[in-house]
């Protein structure tokens, strides 16, 4: 793999059969997904995506409209996509995901093997009349903290970091908020919605939309937890996600 500023890979993979792309939720980073790199089999190798605004890219601006950062991802990731991969994201993540593959679409690239959308509401509802990202600083932070956070509440370490990262945070929730859904054609790849059987913000329901954006196949799994599931169960995760990728394990 070609070193670049938007990839970070914990550990390489010699002939990889399948790339896994990962996305960040709205204000985070790549640490989440290099802890599930000890689950998968030597087949797969993970990247997690990083994009401006954090870590260390903390000093470049941070993306505030959603196809603008698609399209840029366009080009570093066109020589990895000639083989097989897939796409996975949380929350904001997912949202990104999916413009990205239609973006690699357009550019008449492969598509994923499958696009695995974590926490996130369908396209359809991701403008919503609430827009955060015109709050105060700590308004914002409140908000999120109650809305997403384990059982509504947030530790101070959590809150801390969220202070910090408020500018790329609101960047990050400007791109849902002001985005325009359109009728773009189904994606020619499977979908898979993943959810926290307890987040109130992205129920069943608000999942099932993904199907309109696919002509394969669709599935949903919940996970028991919130909005953040994810962090408290990385190898029940993995293995979902493996189950969705049986052609390409050792």
């Known amino acids: 793999m070609t070193q670049n500023r938007w990839f970070s890979c914990s550990t390489r993979r010699k002939s990889p059969k399948l790339r896994l792309f990962c996305l ?14 000890p689950f998968l089999p030597q087949s797969i190798e993970l990247i997690a995506l990083k994009l401006p605004g954090r ?18 991802l366009v080009q570093p990731l066109e020589p990895l996509v000639a083989e097989p991969y ?20 357009e550019a008449s690239l492969p598509a994923p093997e499958t696009l695995i959308v ?22 914002m932070i409140a908000q999120l903290a109650y809305r997403f956070g384990p059982r509504q509440e947030a530790s101070e370490n959590e809150l801390a970091l969220m202070k910090i990262m408020a500018k790329t945070i609101r960047a990050d929730l400007k791109m849902l908020e002001t985005f325009r859904h359109d009728d773009a ?30 002509n394969r196949a669709f599935g949903v799994r919940f996970f028991p937890g919130g909005h953040f599931y994810l962090r408290d169960q990385p ?5 979902t996600i493996l189950s969705r990728l049986a052609g390409f394990l050792d």
């Open 24 to 37: 960040p939720h709205a204000g985070g980073g790549t640490a989440l997904y290099h802890r599930w790199t």
């Open 118 to 139: 974590s926490a996130c509401r369908s396209p359809e509802l991701w403008r919503t009349a609430e827009t955060l990202h015109t709050l105060p600083d700590a308004e």
């Open 55 to 72: 870590e260390d890219r903390l000093d470049e601006k941070p993306y505030e409209e959603l196809d603008q950062l698609a399209g840029e």
């Open 86 to 105: 897939a796409i996975f994201g949380h929350s904001l993540g997912a949202a990104i995901g999916y413009r990205l593959a239609l973006a690699l679409r």
């Open 185 to 214: 054609p189904p994606l020619d790849c499977p979908i898979f919605a993943l959810g926290g059987t307890d987040d109130p913000q992205v129920t069943r329901a608000k999942l099932q939309g993904w199907q309109n954006m696919t």
């Open 235 to 239: 190898r029940a995760v993995v293995q």
